[in-house]
């Protein structure tokens, strides 16, 4: 996989606050609140701002109970969990996003098909567990690595877990978030801990809070803009890796990674 690039170096970092980022963000906003797209819908833009779309399929993988189905709720706008439930089989969420990119100032229509797979729940049934798991996999594009800080022993499961679920894929893009940073206080992951990890993996570590969403006046829907604004980091971040991952697999870009012929 080639190195991960410096924040901010492919995508414009706060271009989704500006007037021109809002115009985009409005087509997955309905009445400021967050739009849900199924596997076939997409977004509607007018003619004169339509874009290209970029479609990935993302693996979410960590350990039970550590947020994986919280995480793609709040990345999806939808209400997080209070109450933990494990994931039956396989569940997907679809996430647009639009970013603009550095180089070229081109606006660009991301779209992440999250993959979350119950790992206990497809334990009952030994025999599909390669199966499931291998259907999460195949052409995926990425793998999110999930740990809670008040989790200790998911943030030690990392290095398992990257090996084992992406020990056998060496050029897709592998992140890590660490859930439920509003709780930093009773941290169980001391800021040393994701230095020394962050300096032996070379991966892209974020954080994300666990929190509810902030509401409308009605003081039950979940606000859009607000929701979009918690999240932003995470979904620039993956439009990112995931960009600067094509063009090294295009040629477009040098691939800086350990194994590049030089």
Not at 184 to 207: G, I, N, S
Request: include cysteine; aromatic fraction near 8%.
């Amino acid at each position: 996989m080639a190195r991960p690039p410096a924040p901010g170096s492919v995508i414009v970092p706060d271009w989704h606050e500006s007037a021109e980022g809002k115009e985009y963000l409005a087509c997955i906003l309905r009445k400021n609140r967050r739009r849900v797209f199924g596997l076939l819908e997409r977004p509607v833009l007018p003619p004169p701002v339509a874009i290209d779309t970029a479609s990935y399929k993302i693996f979410v993988s960590g350990k039970s109970g550590g947020g994986k189905t919280a995480l793609v709720a709040k990345l999806a706008g939808l209400e997080v969990p209070v109450v933990h439930h494990e994931t039956a089989g396989i569940q997907t969420t679809v996430v647009f996003w639009p970013a603009k990119l550095q180089a070229s100032e081109r606006v660009v229509m991301f779209r992440f098909e999250f993959w979350d797979c119950g790992e206990s729940a497809l334990k009952k049934f030994d025999h599909m567990l390669p199966v499931s798991r291998q259907a999460c996999k195949e052409k995926t594009d990425a793998f999110l690595f999930l740990f809670s800080f008040t989790d200790r022993a998911s943030f030690e499961d990392l290095p398992g877990q990257l090996a084992r679920v992406a020990g056998d894929t060496p050029g897709v893009v592998r992140m890590v978030i660490g859930s439920k940073f509003d709780q930093y206080m009773h941290t169980d992951v001391p800021e040393r801990d994701l230095t020394a990890f962050r300096q032996a993996w070379e991966l892209p570590l974020l954080r994300v809070k666990s929190v509810p969403g902030r509401r409308l006046a009605d003081g039950r829907t979940l606000d859009g803009w607000a929701g979009l604004a918690d999240v932003a980091h995470v979904l620039n971040g993956l439009a990112e890796q995931l960009w600067h991952q094509d063009q090294v697999a295009a040629g477009l870009l040098p691939d800086t990674s350990e194994n590049s012929p030089s």
